[in-house]
């Protein structure tokens, strides 16, 4: 195997909580209240439906090809050539996702902090952070989530308990007004930020307790759901209906925040979870693309890959988007169907081939013994 | 021609291997007259060459029992001649049978020193000379026998200078590696506790001894410690500084992978928790590996003090170990960038002291914070006497003189002041060098990228710290790979009776340190 280091599933549900909400809590609360209404709340938890079956996905495949990684197991299911072409759309899709991470990423910080530091700079030097987290394997990475994510968790938490005084719970009011509908409607783009979960298919090979690997999953999806709930309640306890107007509900919410006329503008504290946080997601996306790429192409080190893939990514995420309204535009409308069709539509199309493949070669395997 | 074409080419090898050229001129002296020849001239003919030239070291011929012809050999100031007299030269001289020489009687019957080996190498020979044991080589005899009676000047066990404790034992090592050993044997009385001895260094062959509890400490790691000590090939060996670079993981990392220490009582802890101590001779800083950051963040005395004390110190010093590394540029970087952070009236009173100030912020922070450093730099290796010296023009310059003449805000001293502070709250000087290093670079990206550029270089200290290992061990242990059990003596300093178990990283080998339930507890018959 490429990658020597072993990972807990702990570390590896650790790792993935800010993967998925790192760039959630940005742009998906006001996205989420645009379709739902008061309602947005209700919609993480139907959305992590699909968590949970993305997880139970990666899990089933792994199963069945327990030391392969997705890249792997497409040329085993699939055969040579199928696999190939799927792999490579893998491979693409990857370096596009992870260049609008890096995108949003940009667009956020010289939106709200440098506003006259070049884009370039921006995105560089986040993607040096995580060539050097990249470089260091996954072990690395593991070890560096269990540092970060408890301590943006907590400063997370830490923003909302210090806005509980200027929440008015009228404006959750009614709920289900125009009943399931809406909620269900708001929950279809973070679905397609839950179907980033089957980017654990890439760490389940190197669990060190893989019996613990489905719970931990789904421990994850869960403490994800439950921060996305807290969000939504937040931003709509606090804007209302406003809440779909803005573009980053949760900074604007932190700027609410005064107490005792000291504890103020906490911006600074939102947006070091968010910097923190996105390096936890660009790392655990663009290590997944190093190391496919390199299982792809045979290679038996991943670590050359880390550089020239580290480029590709800061010239993908500036092509991704022109502007972060046409971003958001995207990630509002089609991009739910194109992360969901990647995401869960072609894990479940190899999950039937495999499972096919299997029962078929055991059947063939009784009748000749 | 041919001979100088043979000379270039003998110098040509030479210059290509001078550590196996430096060996062989070892073996040559050395290895060419393995044995002691029974003859005592020749002896002394071949021990005289070899000390060509060493005016201390001297030669007493004597006879035993009025007949056979004997040879003393020490150098001087290094062995105990009063002790001489009396129990080597007086008992041989006065001896009567003297027919009868033989080592083994002499040793067993005759001798009255309680320290003598017999020798049987010119190896040997000079090894204990050298290292101020006297050997006596006897005529007719092919074993000589040194004699321990090594004494030389040497500082008595006084308070560790650069560790010091309000509560706790106030004896620190000495130079002496014997009397280091001794102190921690005196500590830890179970002959489980084993020393290993090597020498390292051609010229100064230098001891090295290797400490571990047998049943504690990880056989693989004594092996790993075995074998990066063998492969040290040095001249000579000053300080355990220069093994600590030899066998480090990571020689290019600003933070120490071991730890030093100057007192028996930390480095008997250690022992205790399966880690291995590497005593060197003529320094009192032993090495403890493998370390973790959080044991450099700790100090004996957390141990020695109640624990809701310890665990509040441990709080602060850990918030005052980021204050340390962010201070500065978190200064430099809301000045700059972020100034809609600070509430109003402070920013105000910053503002009117910044007024007449010709630099930017990040300007004046170098500034302040290069002459603190050379300050401290200055206050260290100045003789004690001119060091108050420094302290007043040191407080005059970066203090008062430097903001009336308004060269740098008032602020921005606090912000020095604080910093240097916190430092010196961290009880590891190598640990708190490490903060002062990265203080810089830190600093930069603050000026250029605001929090930003603080964010993304606490992620790559981060990132860093994560790759970085200790023997094996992984530097950020217990925390990330986290073990939840050992968080009690991370985040807090739990009672002692609480603290059941050894750090597993270093002490899976023998689990247990205590036995349960001795928390104290009201007498069960007490109403």
């Not at chain 2, 204990?128 to 090594?150: A, K, T, Y």
Request: aromatic share 10%.
């Amino acid at each position: 195997m490429i990658e020597q280091g072993k990972i807990s599933s702990a570390q590896m549900a650790i790792m993935m909580n800010p993967s998925i909400l790192a760039t959630v809590i940005l742009l998906v609360p006001a996205i989420t209240a645009k379709n739902a209404g008061q309602d947005s709340w209700i919609s993480p938890i139907w959305a992590s439906v699909i968590g949970y079956l993305t997880v139970l996905l990666a899990y089933m495949l792994n199963k069945l090809y327990p030391n392969q990684t997705l890249i792997e197991y497409c040329d085993l299911i699939l055969g040579k050539f199928l696999g190939k072409v799927v792999g490579a759309l893998f491979l693409f899709y990857y370096l596009h996702v992870t260049g609008i991470i890096v995108l949003e990423y940009g667009e956020f910080v010289l939106g709200t902090f440098l506003t006259h530091t070049p884009m370039i700079i921006i995105c560089g030097s986040m993607m040096i952070v995580c060539a050097f987290a990249v470089y260091g394997g996954l072990e690395v990475i593991g070890r560096c989530s269990e540092i970060i994510v408890p301590v943006l968790c907590l400063l997370y938490l830490v923003i909302f308990l210090l806005l509980i005084k200027d929440l008015r719970i009228q404006n959750m009011f009614p709920i289900m007004e125009k009943g399931l509908t809406p909620s269900l409607k708001g929950s279809i783009v973070p679905q397609s930020w839950f179907s980033e979960f089957i980017i654990v298919s890439f760490f389940f090979p190197y669990l060190a307790d893989k019996d613990k690997g489905l719970k931990w999953g789904f421990i994850s999806v869960f403490s994800v759901m439950f921060l996305m709930v807290i969000t939504n309640i937040t931003t709509i306890l606090l804007f209302g209906k406003l809440t779909s107007e803005l573009t980053y509900p949760v900074m604007v919410a932190a700027r609410y925040i005064s107490i005792a006329d000291f504890l103020e503008h906490l911006e600074s504290i939102v947006m070091a979870i968010w910097v923190a946080g996105t390096f936890v997601k660009i790392t655990v996306f663009y290590y997944s693309l190093v190391l496919g790429t390199a299982q792809y192409f045979k290679l038996s080190d991943y670590r050359p890959m880390v550089l020239p893939i580290g480029f590709l990514l800061v010239l993908f995420g500036i092509w991704s988007a022109p502007n972060l309204q046409e971003l958001s535009h995207f990630l509002g409308t089609s991009a739910a169907f194109y992360f969901l069709s990647f995401q869960v539509g072609i894990p479940i199309f190899l999950l039937c081939i495999a499972l096919v493949r299997v029962k078929w070669l055991q059947k063939k395997g009784s009748m000749s013994g | 021609m041919k001979r100088r074409r043979e000379m270039k080419k003998l110098d040509f090898t030479h210059r290509l291997d001078i550590s196996k050229s430096l060996d062989e001129e070892k073996t040559q002296i050395l290895n060419e007259n393995d044995a002691l020849s029974s003859s005592l001239i020749e002896n002394e003919k071949i021990l005289k060459s070899i000390y060509q030239d060493c005016s201390d070291v001297v030669y007493r011929k004597f006879l035993i029992g009025r007949e056979t012809q004997a040879l003393l050999i020490y150098i001087e100031g290094m062995s105990n001649i009063e002790e001489m007299d009396k129990g080597v030269i007086s008992p041989l001289i006065q001896l009567e049978n003297v027919n009868l020489v033989n080592i083994q009687i002499l040793l067993e019957e005759k001798l009255t020193v309680s320290k003598a080996t017999p020798t049987s190498s010119f190896q040997d020979v000079i090894q204990q000379v050298s290292s101020g044991n006297p050997v006596i080589l006897i005529n007719r005899q092919i074993q000589g026998i040194s004699v321990g009676l090594g004494k030389w000047e040497k500082r008595a066990v006084e308070e560790p200078m650069a560790e010091s404790v309000v509560r706790g034992p106030r004896e620190g090592f000495t130079e002496t590696i014997a009397v280091n050993t001794t102190l921690i044997r005196r500590r830890i009385k179970s002959p489980q506790l084993k020393i290993k001895k090597m020498n390292i260094g051609r010229y100064s062959q230098t001891q090295v001894a290797i400490l571990y509890i047998d049943g504690l400490a990880d056989k693989s790691l004594i092996e790993e410690v075995n074998n990066r000590l063998g492969r040290i090939k040095i001249d000579g060996i000053m300080e355990s500084g220069y093994i600590e670079e030899f066998i480090e993981d990571n020689p290019f990392s600003p933070f120490p992978q071991i730890l030093n220490t100057e007192r028996p009582d930390i480095a008997s802890a250690s022992l205790l928790e399966g880690r291995v101590v590497i005593m060197v001779d003529g320094t009192p800083f032993s090495l403890i590996v493998p370390t973790t950051l959080y044991s450099l963040l700790q100090s004996a005395e957390d141990y020695y003090q109640r624990a809701i004390i310890g665990t509040l110190i441990r709080w602060l010093r850990y918030s005052f170990f980021l204050i340390a590394l962010l201070l500065p540029s978190s200064y430099v970087a809301i000045l700059t960038f972020h100034q809609e952070m600070v509430p109003t009236t402070l920013l105000l009173s910053v503002a009117k002291s910044r007024e007449e100030v010709p630099f930017p912020a990040l300007i004046e922070a170098l500034i302040m914070e290069v002459t603190f450093e050379a300050l401290r730099e200055a206050g260290i290796r100045l003789p004690k006497q001119v060091g108050s010296a420094v302290s007043i023009v040191g407080a005059l310059v970066i203090g008062q003189a430097a903001v009336s003449s308004g060269l740098v805000s008032a602020p921005m001293v606090m912000v020095v002041a604080i910093t240097g502070i916190a430092s010196f709250s961290i009880p590891r000087y190598n640990a708190a060098i490490a903060l002062r290093m990265l203080r810089f670079p830190i600093m930069f990206l603050a000026g250029t990228l605001g929090l930003l550029g603080i964010m993304l270089s606490l992620i790559a200290i981060i990132v860093h710290l994560s790759t970085l290992r200790s023997f094996g061990v992984p530097y950020l242990s217990p925390m990330a790979p986290m073990q939840y059990s050992e968080m009690k003596d991370v985040l807090l300093r739990a009672p002692w009776w609480s603290l059941k178990t050894r750090p597993h990283l270093t002490g899976a080998y023998n689990q247990y340190r205590q036995t349960n339930g001795q928390n104290p507890k009201p007498p069960k018959d007490s109403e």
